[in-house]
């Protein structure tokens, strides 16, 4: 009995059009390659385009006349001109805190990555170091729209919180202890200040928040809606590849889920679930565990034998399977899930807390602001006036508040309300501490001295409280340094406590576990879900790459297409096939959505996967503020339900007839229904895996020096989250086009994930592959190149020379792998400043009609072999990391030398597992890719 | 004289004499300044080369210590030279000036000599680590009281080298060879 529903078609498609044999989308060569960019000024034009002034002006620049040679008048010890300092700092983000790694050149930040002993660092935290080079930043404070000076802005904020009249602060979420403790000095020092902590995004009951999942002993994961794959928590994703080797113990994943999320596809066995069904799921699913299966009917849009299956796997698993819930259902679910883990008696579980300061509800202080209670209102690094439901209230609330300041990074929809902007520091430019996972404190140092007339926010509190008389500490160092001396630092140390610090800020992060233990509550009771009103279910989540819309201006992100669904720049609507089949809708297709009083006009984008009567939209678009930003998307904070749950149901659909074109990558490139991308199921001997017989060539084989590089891309591991797209992008100066030049099909990021689906496109499998230069021995783009731009290095590297490149594009017409990329346009020498900061030095800037791609990172290579040369040592397998490989979460890409018997790269390539792209063209790539893992139930062995 | 039979003999020679005298003179005053051998830019400071490095003997790293470790040899910072000018002929107006940087903060701006086009990226660490002299692209510094460019910074004058580095090396060098492929010095 085969109890795989997946439909056993063969056949992958990347598209629903290429699926039905359409080809309406662009082939393989792009229509108007050559034309100019449509007239008419864009706000993006900084991304963009400078045309032929500034190409004949980079050109010139290879050899500027008289480039002075300034050198340091002091120079720091630890800087030699020419070699890269680490150093370990902590990325924070709605109080979570991630230890990274931050590599700086002659004193400026150029990448971040992660820690060895932190882990990966996420996506955002490598794409934020955009947001230090934005050219958005408020530079000083202002006052009612004017600049002042700080002392002028101190004096002014120093009144008003003397007036005695009550203050309302409002922060963003932070695990940090020490401000914290400075937080909480400030209310006893101000009688009337009150405290809110504002984060919009809808998650889970704040008692089971701290519930932590913990892969190592699970067997079975259900998730109901969790997208936990999506890479904000790297940890989970190096915990679950590290679950999934094959072999007996290798861990089972289902999903029973709305949308088609990232995890969805990465299933073993995907079920469709309306999300307002999942408590209903998870309370039958309990009552089935305990009467046994069979006694409880499966739900109704559950197949009967899966829901059999499910029962039995997990009741044979015990302890040992874990259920996830999403973030962002209702209460209702996260309770029933709760308690079902409860009745498993889970493993798969930790207690982790997150600290946070006592403070108001929204609803409260809200309240109050519309009582005109407060003399004034301060908000610190949060932005109520977009990033939340209520956005509306919070402006008609404010209007009655006499004094308004604001503290952060750049302009947004709050700071456009306030009188007073105090411009903060990046945090790359600060100090600070942050409670880390596994009972660790992380500590956060400034990489690069302020770029700007700005301040630390938490400088700018430390003076008021010195203002008040209440506090000593000149700076906020010294005060984290004096609560670290007190209550960090073991007392009785023999260590004298300014080494410890230096130790903890060479490591990043210190040890201070106290067990903590999780409080002994009972399940709460929880109103049962009333009846579902008729209507769309619209299901409303954070996006992975702007979040809640704070890293909306960081182009990297914008541009980082979204794994699923492969869609860039916006969030269309998600919808159902048999849905857009019914309202006969077509991707692109504007409709207007009305989810009680509030409605939008959008375009909706069809999803293979997605259930029947589920629509989903990210959240954080649509800002009003920013060059990069601004008009991207469409705002869905004002249709979150009021209680505080991504979902929504009775929303009405209806067409408006009109279109408009979606940016994605989906159907670039695509590899005409060849044998890519192989999957097996776990335990099957590798009967489809026939290696292509070795074809006669005419070229003389290659002559390898010293080494050969090479590389292996574990597809099993690999869950498609795109984490090395951006670090690629961040290492090698990779340009961001803007969404009229992606849909033309001139993105530049030289590695892709390219996501295929098989079966039935109403609940496909899918599967992710990176795809970058294959660096083959009989390269074609090689044979073609007029001027040699492209050769072959000894170490078995495909070379592009960009001073000779000319540009014909011959190569990437004939490369079978489509990973060629050119630059159509002047993409980086239209950038000024704060933005050409953001460069690594040690890679050539590409000037408008250069052809470049993946060259594994030469650089680093480079880097590696000087600095084995300056040691007199051999090269070490693991001496060199490409970005790729160093941001990997799941640790999927391995680069080594394919002549060392004993690399790495040579024992992993040599899995019955591994196969080569495009075998049969006799290319020879020097990537070897293992074939991905599916571990579902089959007939018999359950 | 017929007016076809003038073109030809005259105009057409002289015209394509023009043109390539126009080549050649833009060919010849277009060529980056790294070409020409014996460039020599005025210096904010008259610093000799030929006192420091040749009468006095400081060695070559003392000063520019990033070319055993880094890609970039380095220029000293303000902060260096003080270390012996704090003491040593403060007389000067040049000393004193470098006094007053280093008192402000101020930078010193030099002008380069030995510059390299953007898309190359030459490693002095590998060339100092494998016994090549200073001397061999740079010429007798320690005899120039002031700098200027002894060998045309060329790629065939790289590769020259890269074939044949016997004469570069120390006798005893393994060394056979450098690396010639592109990789090696663009990225």
Redesign the interface.
């Known amino acids: 009995m085969d109890l795989n529903p997946l439909d056993p078609t063969p056949r992958q498609w990347r598209s629903l059009e290429e699926r039905a044999g359409l080809c309406d989308e662009q082939g393989e060569f792009p229509a108007d390659a050559c034309e100019a960019p449509r007239p008419g000024v864009s706000r993006r034009n900084f991304l963009q385009l400078m045309g032929a002034s500034a190409a004949l002006a980079a050109t010139v620049?290879?050899?500027r006349?008289?480039?002075?040679?300034?050198?340091?008048?002091?120079?720091p010890t630890e800087v030699?001109?020419?070699?890269s300092n680490l150093y370990a700092s902590t990325f924070s983000e709605a109080g979570r805190a991630y230890p990274v790694l931050v590599r700086t050149r002659e004193g400026r930040p150029i990448h971040v990555s992660g820690h060895d002993l932190g882990g990966k660092a996420p996506l955002r935290a490598t794409a934020d170091l955009l947001g230090l080079y934005d050219p958005d930043r408020l530079r000083g404070p202002l006052a009612d729209g004017k600049a002042i000076a700080w002392d002028k802005a101190m004096e002014r904020l120093g009144q008003e919180c003397r007036s005695g009249k009550p203050l309302l602060l409002v922060t963003g979420a932070s695990a940090s202890p020490t401000r914290l403790h400075l937080l909480r000095e400030l209310t006893q020092a101000l009688p009337g200040l009150d405290l809110l902590v504002s984060e919009g995004l809808p998650k889970a009951p704040e008692d089971l928040r701290a519930w932590k999942p913990r892969l190592d002993q699970v067997q079975v994961m259900l998730s109901l809606g969790a997208d936990f794959l999506t890479g904000d928590d790297p940890g989970l994703i190096e915990a679950y590849a590290k679950r999934r080797e094959p072999g007996e113990a290798m861990l089972r994943l289902w999903v029973a889920e709305g949308p088609m999320s990232l995890t969805g596809a990465n299933a073993d066995h995907r079920l469709l679930l309306r999300p307002s069904r999942v408590a209903a799921f998870a309370t039958a699913l309990g009552a089935a565990l305990r009467e046994g299966p069979g006694a409880e009917p499966a739900p109704p849009e559950v197949d009967a034998r899966l829901w059999k299956a499910l029962v039995q796997e997990l009741r044979a698993a015990g302890p040992r399977a874990l259920v996830l819930c999403g973030a962002v259902l209702p209460e209702a679910a996260h309770r029933a899930v709760h308690a079902l883990n409860r009745q498993l008696g889970t493993l798969g579980l930790v207690f982790e807390p997150e600290g946070k300061p006592s403070g108001l509800v929204p609803a409260q202080a809200l309240v109050r602001l519309e009582a005109g209670h407060y003399g004034g209102v301060i908000f610190w690094g949060c932005n109520p006036l977009y990033a939340s439901s209520e956005a509306g209230r919070w402006k008609k609330a404010l209007a009655r508040v006499p004094f308004r300041c604001w503290m952060g990074l750049r302009e947004d929809e709050t700071s456009a309300v306030c009188s007073l902007l105090l411009p903060e520091h990046h945090w790359l430019e600060a100090w600070g501490d942050h409670a880390a996972p596994g009972g660790h404190l992380a500590l956060q140092q400034p990489v690069v001295g302020a770029l700007y007339d700005t301040r630390q926010g938490e400088d700018v509190l430390l003076a008021l409280l010195r203002g008040l008389g209440k506090a000593s500490s000149p700076d906020y160092l010294t005060y984290l340094k004096e609560r670290w001396r007190r209550e960090v630092q073991v007392s009785g140390a023999s260590v004298p406590f300014d080494r410890y610090f230096e130790a903890a800020l060479h490591d990043g992060l210190v040890k201070v576990a106290s067990p903590i233990h999780p409080p002994q509550s009972p399940d709460r009771s929880f109103p049962a879900p009333g009846p579902v009103p008729a209507g769309f279910e619209l299901l409303l989540e954070p996006d992975r790459r702007v979040f809640d819309g704070r890293y909306g201006n960081n182009g990297w992100l914008q541009e980082l297409p979204e794994p699923v669904s492969k869609t860039v720049w916006g969030n269309p609507l998600m919808l159902s096939l048999e849905d857009a089949r019914r309202l006969s809708l077509e991707d692109g297709d504007l409709v207007r959505m009305d989810a009680g009083a509030e409605h939008l006009e959008l375009p909706v984008c069809i999803q293979p996967g997605q259930t029947p009567g589920v629509l989903s939209l990210a959240l954080g678009y649509g800002r009003a503020h920013g060059r990069v930003a601004k008009g991207v998307g469409f705002n869905a904070f004002p249709l979150l339900d009021p209680s505080g749950s991504g979902l929504r149901l009775g929303v009405e659909l209806r067409r408006l007839g009109s279109r408009r074109e979606l940016p994605r990558t989906q159907g670039h490139h695509r590899l005409a229904g060849r044998d890519i991308l192989r999957i097996q199921e776990a335990g099957e001997t590798a009967h489809g895996n026939h290696h292509a017989h070795e074809l006669p060539s005419l070229y003389p084989p290659q002559v390898f020096g010293e080494q050969r590089w090479g590389m292996v891309v574990d597809l099993n591991r690999c869950v498609g989250c795109s984490t090395c797209v951006l670090a690629c992008q961040s290492e090698n100066n990779i340009p961001i086009v803007g969404p009229e030049q992606v849909a033309r099909g001139r993105e530049m990021h030289w590695l892709r994930i390219d996501r295929y689906y098989d079966g039935d496109p109403a609940n496909p499998r899918a599967a992710h592959q990176p795809m970058m230069c294959q660096h083959c021995d009989h390269a074609p783009c090689e044979n073609v190149c007029p001027v040699n731009a492209t050769?072959h290095?000894?170490?078995g590297?495909n070379?592009m020379?960009?001073?000779?490149c000319v540009g014909t594009r011959y190569c990437a017409n004939n490369c079978p792998y489509k990973v060629r990329r050119f630059n159509f346009l002047e993409f980086n020498n239209a950038k000024k400043e704060p933005e050409l900061l953001a460069h690594n030095p040690?890679?050539?800037v590409r000037p408008r009609g250069v052809m470049e791609k993946c060259?594994f990172c030469?650089?680093r290579i480079?880097d590696a072999r000087?600095r084995a040369?300056?040691e007199?040592r051999p090269l070490k397998d693991g001496d060199i990391t490409p970005a790729c490989v160093a941001a990997c979460p799941a640790g999927a890409i391995v680069f080594g030398d394919l002549k060392d018997p004993h690399s790495r790269v040579v024992h992993l390539a040599e899995d019955p597992r591994g196969y080569k792209v495009l075998e049969e063209l006799g290319v020879r790539p020097a990537i070897t890719y293992l074939a991905a893992l599916r571990n579902p139930l089959r007939g018999g062995k359950s | 004289m017929h007016g076809l039979d003038r073109a030809l003999r005259f105009v057409l020679p002289l015209g394509i004499l023009a043109l390539l005298a126009t080549v050649l003179l833009v060919g010849w005053f277009a060529q980056?300044?790294?070409y020409a051998q014996g460039l020599s830019?005025p210096q904010p400071i008259p610093y000799s080369h030929a006192l420091h490095a040749g009468t006095l003997k400081i060695p070559c790293l003392h000063c520019h210590?990033?070319a055993?470790?880094?890609?970039?040899a380095?220029?000293?910072?303000?902060?260096?030279c003080m270390n012996c000018h704090q003491v040593t002929r403060t007389d000067r107006p040049a000393i004193q000036r470098l006094a007053e940087?280093?008192r402000t903060?101020?930078?010193?701006?030099?002008?380069?000599v030995h510059?390299m086009?953007?898309?190359v990226?030459f490693?002095h660490?590998?060339h100092v680590?494998a016994g090549v002299a200073c001397q061999t692209c740079h010429g007798e510094v320690q005899t120039m009281s002031q700098v200027s460019l002894r060998m045309s910074m060329r790629m065939g004058n790289c590769l020259g080298c890269h074939r044949d580095p016997k004469a570069a090396l120390p006798k005893d060098s393994p060394i056979r060879k450098g690396?010639e492929?592109?990789?090696?010095c663009?990225?």
């Open positions: 620049a290879c050899d006349k008289g480039v002075p040679l300034v050198p340091y008048t002091r120079r030699v001109p020419g070699v050769n290095s000894p170490d590297l070379q020379v960009y001073n000779r040690e890679v050539t060259t030469i650089q480079q000087v040369k300056l007199k | 980056p300044d790294r830019v210590s990033g055993n470790r880094s890609r970039m380095g220029v000293p910072a303000v902060s260096l940087l280093q903060g101020q930078p010193l701006v030099w002008n380069r510059a086009p953007d898309h990226y490693d660490g590998p680590a690396p492929h592109c990789n090696a663009h990225r």
